[in-house]
């Protein structure tokens, strides 16, 4: 039962319950659960690499204690839009703009195929979060992290020579010439 | 009444002359990109730099110049482990693997129609990606202007660049999820622009004696036209802004199998589609894979018999994406 | 779209009255919030006063939160004005300060020096790092990939199930079954 309570958990932080009444009513007055919460979200803090140099364990019951003498708000009207309609608008009209100016803009290299099918405009458009992009730390992807296989990779013969090729490619769009060639000096070859 | 307007024309000239301020303070990172996209290719300069990537990191030095006549020649150095060098000189690339004592040659006619530099580019990337000034800071002892470059979905990374105040060369280079994470990154510790540089600085340090060298002439580069091209594969899906901007065949020296090789590009990221026939010998693994160095994914599938790899600085969901969409045209 | 539809659910709840429920925004953005902070802020124990300001601010301003945008976005512009505040009377107590804001907006976030002593109720970020990752090293290769796309590359269950082959449900028991194991390991320390 409450390993069942804890995978809604999981799937609420991850924000793909459809009906979260139930589970944030058992969550606000639940103490445990709210540990839970507050440890699966460090767990994903932590991966992202957003952690301080210092956790403090107090820092949200002696928060608590302060809010506790504040007053409660009454506001019970919901003023603020739930944001997915707006925005697919919004995406569709930018949508829209990217292509007039593409269109103009591709004179020099004549495209093969117009790209960017308009069946998958639609997930496209949802995806577009313009303001949630940040660049919080220099925090440098672990190993593993990135689903590496380094064995798989490194003796794979016809992945090098992908890589190299595609490396190469990339070098001649001359927008940064340094890194292509830096990925190449480190592929491993096979005799 | 009048206490009101005045107090409105006075915010007016205080927002105003702020605007003028900061832009005084920052350039337009459009330019600034523009600058350091054609200073990386005109300068002569002699760089050492770190290359961090996968929890490894490697320091190499770049030796760049260009020539009175335009062409350009270049030397990559790694430092660190294995004493490998790349040396480009204008069509030609040579890499040496002295500890596989290999001499890895390739010659490409088709670079020169290439032009070396795109103005129009900048404007096409801007649909995709956000640019803007970061701030300031040193790199390498040299001040450095940090711009932000923020891709528009989920489908591509995005970069923070470290460009030199006065030369405009690129000092530091980070690649980044969306999530801001760091996936690779690249710090010169020493940058010196030069005047000239020797030529002798652009000859292999190691001697290639008794090295296997392996030629290949790679003249089937074309850029695509809808006239004279009749692709057998298609894609139907890319994300927005990706385009195809090359195509080649048997662009693989080693490989004994055709390969086709598609290259698409938003302006910034780069994705390759390789398909390649499968023989009986050159392919064992038949499942899909994702495989990850650094910043660059690839994902592999077969269909219709062939091996559709997609590669590409862009997250894994992309290359998966792109190459589960990949299909024999009729 | 992720984070939207729970955290305006419970911007609800704190608005009409419920004080606990703003408890769950505190315990899920405390530590990106002291992160934030910390880059501006280099003494530690300032910037959780600092922290725990904002927090106190983000409180008293909720009625005016409209959900135009993130709450973290919301709530990130609140710390970053804190900040700054905080700067600024300190630069006006100790005469001169040569620090200029915008440059310290983007220093990275571990570039403290100074190394203070650690009380009993603070825990080194790169001790729990370490059991992180190692715990994920160890993971199965499927929950390894599912909590990895979920936390890093920001996908959702659907996309994942793409990515992995699975069904939707297959994702969620994964990512539980991860979040589940690293929890085991994590606990004991925080609770220290």
């Known amino acids: 039962m409450k390993k069942q309570k804890q995978e809604i958990l999981s799937t609420l932080i991850d924000d793909e319950l459809t009906n979260n009444k139930e589970i944030l009513d058992n969550l606000i007055s639940n103490e445990e659960m709210k540990d839970t919460w507050a440890r699966f979200h460090l767990i994903g803090d932590c991966l992202r690499g957003n952690l301080p140099k210092k956790i403090d364990r107090n820092f949200s019951s002696n928060l608590k204690k302060i809010i506790a003498n504040e007053p409660s708000l009454f506001f019970p009207n919901k003023n603020y839009k739930l944001v997915k309609e707006p925005i697919i608008g919004f995406a569709i009209a930018a949508s829209v703009a990217i292509f007039a100016v593409l269109g103009i803009q591709r004179a020099d290299i004549s495209p093969i195929e117009t790209t960017a099918s308009t069946v998958h405009m639609k997930k496209e458009i949802v995806d577009s979060k313009l303001d949630t992009f940040s660049f919080p730390d220099n925090y440098v992807a672990p190993a593993n992290v990135e689903e590496i296989n380094e064995y798989d990779f490194l003796s794979n013969q016809r992945l090098n020579n992908y890589l190299i090729n595609h490396s190469q490619y990339r070098n001649d769009l001359k927008m940064n010439t340094v890194l292509p060639y830096a990925r190449i000096v480190n592929i491993e070859t096979e005799d | ?214 030629y290949h002439v790679n003249d089937k580069v074309k850029v695509p036209s809808q006239k004279n091209h009749k692709k057998k594969w298609t894609t139907s899906w890319m994300p927005v802004g990706f385009s195809m901007s090359k195509y080649s065949k048997n662009p693989i020296s080693t490989n004994s199998a055709p390969v086709e090789h598609y290259i698409y590009s938003d302006g910034l990221a780069t994705i390759s589609i390789f398909v390649e026939k499968i023989i009986h010998t050159n392919i064992n693994n038949t499942s899909p894979k994702i495989t990850s160095f650094g910043g660059v994914n690839t994902y592999s599938k077969q269909t219709d018999g062939h091996q559709i790899t997609a590669v590409g600085e862009v997250p894994k969901t992309t290359v998966k994406l792109i190459a589960n969409s990949v299909k024999a045209s009729n | 779209m992720a984070e939207n539809i729970t955290d305006n659910e419970i911007i609800d709840r704190v608005k009409n009255g419920d004080k606990n429920a703003y408890d769950l925004l505190v315990l899920k953005y405390q530590q990106r919030v002291v992160n934030l902070i910390s880059r501006f802020v280099k003494n530690h124990s300032d910037a959780l006063d600092v922290s725990q300001e904002t927090f106190i601010k983000a409180y008293r301003a909720l009625p005016n939160f409209r959900g135009d945008s993130a709450f973290y976005t919301w709530l990130y512009r609140i710390a970053v004005n804190t900040a700054k505040n905080h700067l600024t009377v300190q630069s006006r107590r100790f005469t001169k300060s040569d620090y200029d804001v915008s440059e310290i907006e983007q220093i990275d976030g571990n570039m403290s020096l100074t190394e203070q002593t650690t009380p009993e109720n603070l825990l080194i970020r790169d001790e729990l790092q370490e059991t992180v990752l190692k715990c994920i090293e160890n993971l199965p290769e499927d929950l390894k990939s599912a909590i990895m796309l979920r936390e890093i590359d920001g996908l959702s269950y659907e996309e994942i199930a793409v990515v992995m082959n699975c069904p939707v449900g297959t994702v969620r028991s994964r990512i539980f079954r991860a979040r589940e194991t690293i929890d085991s390991k994590i606990k004991p320390l925080l609770e220290n």
């Open chain 2, 1 to 214: 009444m009048n206490h009101r307007v005045l107090h409105f024309i006075f915010l007016l000239i205080l927002l105003n002359s702020k605007f003028v301020t900061s832009n005084e303070l920052y350039p337009d990172p459009n330019n600034l990109i523009d600058e350091m996209s054609s200073a990386t290719i005109d300068l002569n300069y002699d760089g050492i730099f770190i290359y961090r990537h996968d929890n490894k990191m490697d320091t190499m030095r770049i030796i760049h110049k260009k020539n009175m006549n335009g062409d350009v020649s270049e030397r990559l150095i790694s430092l660190s482990d294995n004493e490998r060098e790349i040396i480009r000189k204008k069509n030609t690339v040579k890499y040496l693997f002295p500890d596989k004592k290999i001499i890895l040659v390739e010659e490409d006619s088709s670079k020169q129609l290439i032009p070396t530099h795109i103005p129009s580019q900048i404007k096409k990337i801007t649909n995709f990606y956000r640019f803007e000034i970061a701030g300031n800071s040193r790199v390498a002892g040299l001040d450095a202007w940090i711009i932000n470059i923020k891709p528009i979905d989920k489908y591509r990374y995005g970069y923070q660049l470290w460009i030199d105040k006065q030369s405009k060369l690129l000092l530091k280079s980070k690649l980044k999820n969306y999530q801001g994470m760091t996936l690779e990154d690249v710090m010169f510790v020493q940058m010196q622009v030069m005047s000239d540089i020797n030529d002798s600085l652009l000859e292999p340090s190691i001697s290639t004696e008794g090295f296997k060298q392996i």
